[in-house]
């Protein structure tokens, strides 16, 4: 029989984590912010050291707690005011790029 920790691992979307916890979402929530409820799930873990626990059935009731919470900051926010994202962070969502460093940043042509 898998771990739950194992069963975790086998998730991939934030659909498949709400589904897996029996969270009922909203598909549009899900469609703008599925990388945001997912990491900020993942940052509620580790704030509350649950990564460390053993006991199989309060993990899964923890974690379904945070992935609640974790998806319910999306339905009363956004991803830009949610600020989960370094881009978010960084001049309030606004990122500023050289055209040198864009340049630089592209590969070399080779005339034919």
Do not use: C, W
């Amino acid at each position: 029989m898998e771990t739950f920790l194992q069963q975790l691992k086998a998730l991939s979307s934030a659909e498949d984590f709400l589904q897996y916890f029996g969270i009922p979402f909203d598909q549009q929530v899900v469609n703008v912010s599925r990388l945001h409820i997912l990491k900020r799930f993942f940052q509620y873990i580790r704030q509350e050291n649950l990564l460390a626990q053993t006991d199989e059935v309060g993990l899964f009731t923890q974690y379904r707690a945070q992935l609640a919470k974790a998806y319910g900051d999306f339905v009363a926010s956004t991803p830009a005011q949610e600020k989960v994202f370094k881009v978010f962070q960084d001049v309030n969502g606004r990122q500023h790029v050289t055209l040198d460093s864009l340049k630089a940043s592209l590969p070399l042509r080779v005339a034919a």
